[in-house]
């Protein structure tokens, strides 16, 4: 007997709540963030800028 024509009813799956993130965690990552770009600047001006002129 073949089985292509049965219709199997399941549970639906739970679905999971989407993972938030910490208020100390949301201000960590924004301070690393602000620290990575000051770094990106002073790297940029001390590499790959131009000499200013005197």
């Not at 600047?41 to 800028?49: D, G, K, P, R, S």
Request: avoid cysteine; charged fraction near 20%.
């Amino acid at each position: 007997m073949s089985d292509d024509n049965i219709i199997k009813f399941d549970r639906r799956k739970p679905k999971q709540k989407p993972r938030s993130v910490n208020q100390w965690q949301r201000k960590a990552l924004t301070w690393l963030a602000v620290i990575a770009a000051l770094i990106l600047v002073w790297a940029y001006y001390q590499f790959i800028a131009p000499p200013s002129l005197p």
